[in-house]
């Protein structure tokens, strides 16, 4: 079946430092793959999406590449912000014809001052 | 626009009790989710609706039914909670036309629920 592994957290990071969240997937046919955010208290939000092999999804300073060939969609920013302190989620859409989403357990990022 | 709206935000049970959690979306969105998260367990999936009428089960729905009770609403029962059950439960919701087309699915505020 379906799965996302991404790095263990937590994460801490001095603020303006660089960010990278590992993620790999795998999934049958051709998944769509999400970043999720989930600050303190609140529910997930969309962070940024690709939904086809070589698509770059990038919102608010961060990125992530679909990589086929390495089943990979790891997230980056290059320089964080306290803000930025968050729970990050992986997830895949499998193009196999699932409305489910599959989710990763969740990497806390922590950005200290 | 709302959004995803859930109540209530926050519900102590004793064993044995039952209750409803409910979710509305103001999207117009086709989709509807329910997911419970546990610590280092992610999101998994309890139940969802494709669409009006229909729900299907997810990776964890022992112990849980649902209602799609109109395009907007879809509510989550507990009918007998226990100690296991206690988590923070989400709803979303997506336009997901068909299998073929994935959407992005928006999420509620969540509900904590916590059963003694």
């Known amino acids: 079946g379906d799965s996302v592994t991404q790095m263990e957290g937590p994460v801490t990071l001095s603020e303006e430092a660089f960010l990278t969240i590992n993620c790999t997937y795998t999934?049958?046919?051709?998944?769509?793959l999400f970043w999720y955010v989930q600050y303190p208290g609140e529910g997930l939000q969309l962070l940024l999406k690709a939904t086809k092999a070589d698509d770059k999804g990038s919102n608010k300073g961060f990125e992530a590449t679909y990589r086929k060939e390495t089943t990979s969609f790891h997230l980056e920013k290059g320089s964080v912000q306290v803000s930025d302190s968050a729970v990050y989620f992986c997830a895949l859409a499998s193009g196999a014809g699932s409305y489910q989403l599959t989710f990763g357990k969740g990497t806390k990022l922590s950005v200290i001052p | 626009n709302a959004g995803v709206t859930q109540t209530p935000k926050f519900q102590v049970l004793k064993t044995g009790q039952s209750m409803t959690l409910q979710c509305a979306q103001d999207?117009?969105?086709?989709?509807m989710y329910w997911y419970r998260q546990d610590p280092g367990m992610g999101l998994r999936l309890i139940y969802y609706s494709a669409s009006e009428g229909t729900t299907d089960k997810g990776e964890v729905p022992n112990g849980y039914n649902v209602s799609r009770l109109n395009k907007r609403e879809f509510s989550l029962r507990l009918e007998s909670a226990a100690p296991s059950q206690t988590s923070v439960y989400f709803c979303?919701?997506?336009?997901?036309?068909?299998?073929?087309?994935?959407?992005?699915?928006?999420f509620g505020p969540g509900t904590r629920l916590l059963v003694l």
């Open positions: 999934a049958t046919g051709y998944p769509s």
């Open positions: 999207m117009n969105h086709n989709s």
């Open positions: 979303a919701s997506s336009e997901a036309i068909s299998r073929l087309r994935q959407e992005t699915q928006y």
